[in-house]
């Protein structure tokens, strides 16, 4: 999988960048999940994790290339103010399942 930016915009009143970003997988590859890209984009821009957010990927038909829009944040607080909570929990790693203690 490769993730290339495309551009890169500044929206200084939501302080943050809006990024355009195309990924590349494999002929054999399925679209790889938001996890995954999300991970590639902090790599390639050097930034903390929890400041990116994936809002949109689409893979174009009879390509093996996905396209998409991710926001990276200035602040943690300014994301978890502006990013709505469901983009949020698509961008968290789900929680493993608590196993009760067998009496």
Do not use: W
């Not at 961008?91 to 196993?99: I, Q, S």
Request: net charge positive; proline share 7%.
């Amino acid at each position: 999988m490769k993730v290339k930016i495309l551009s890169t915009k500044e929206n200084p009143l939501l302080k943050r960048k809006e990024v355009d970003f195309k990924v590349e997988h494999g002929p054999k590859g399925k679209t790889p999940t938001r996890l995954e890209v999300k991970k590639a984009i902090v790599a390639e821009l050097k930034i903390n994790e929890e400041m990116v957010f994936v809002k949109r990927m689409r893979t174009m038909t009879g390509t093996n290339i996905a396209v998409g829009i991710a926001n990276v944040y200035e602040t943690v607080e300014q994301a978890k103010f502006i990013e709505p909570e469901y983009i949020r929990k698509r961008n968290t790693p789900p929680e493993e399942p608590k196993e009760e203690a067998k009496e």
